[in-house]
């Protein structure tokens, strides 16, 4: 994909979100309105994704550029994988142990004999994020 495409296809998208809350931001600003805009918003982005997808794998084939770019494009998005398997179960689990933590002091402080029972959640929650670290080092695992 040469520059020139890709330029235009980032002035494509960008447009594609600029122009529909330009419209209801001028206009009277109501429900209606603000569905349209959501819609047009989506319906122009995912077209513009869709044509850059194709655009990206499109292109020709290289035989021994393909291979080298291939295995370091797969390490990278291996990392990139690990990353993410880490990252978002730990933001779950925080958001889980916040909720099951307070909700749990607040159960202990009415009564203590359920200390067991709150802990059990609040380890629950924390369990999420060694799934995704566990899931992380099996991935690291295979580059």
Same mark, same amino acid.
């Given at each position: !994909?040469s !520059?020139? /495409?890709?330029?235009?296809l980032v002035v494509?998208?960008t /447009?594609?979100i600029?122009?529909p809350?330009?419209?209801?931001?001028?206009?009277e600003?109501?429900?209606?309105?603000?569905?349209?805009?959501? %819609?047009?918003?989506?319906?122009f982005?995912f077209?513009?994704? @869709? /044509?850059a =997808?194709? !655009? !990206?794998?499109?292109?020709?084939?290289q @035989?021994?550029?393909?291979? =080298?770019?291939a295995?370091?494009?797969?390490?990278?998005l %291996?990392?990139i994988?690990?990353?993410?398997a /880490? %990252?978002?179960?730990?933001?779950?689990? %925080?958001? @889980?142990? =916040? &909720?099951a @933590?307070s909700?749990?002091?607040? =159960?202990?402080?009415?009564?203590?004999?359920?200390?067991?029972? &709150?802990?059990?959640?609040? $380890?629950l929650?924390? $369990?999420v994020?060694?799934?995704?670290?566990?899931?992380a080092f099996?991935?690291?695992?295979?580059?």
């Amino acid at each position: !994909m040469s !520059m020139t /495409v890709k330029i235009i296809l980032v002035v494509a998208i960008t /447009v594609s979100i600029i122009v529909p809350f330009g419209y209801y931001f001028i206009g009277e600003k109501n429900k209606k309105r603000y569905k349209r805009a959501i %819609g047009a918003n989506a319906f122009f982005f995912f077209a513009c994704l @869709a /044509v850059a =997808a194709v !655009m !990206m794998f499109g292109g020709e084939a290289q @035989a021994a550029d393909t291979a =080298a770019n291939a295995a370091s494009m797969a390490t990278g998005l %291996g990392y990139i994988a690990a990353a993410l398997a /880490v %990252g978002i179960p730990c933001i779950g689990g %925080g958001i @889980a142990v =916040a &909720s099951a @933590a307070s909700a749990a002091l607040g =159960a202990i402080s009415e009564d203590s004999s359920i200390f067991g029972k &709150s802990l059990i959640f609040a $380890g629950l929650a924390e $369990g999420v994020c060694l799934y995704g670290l566990i899931i992380a080092f099996m991935i690291l695992g295979q580059l």
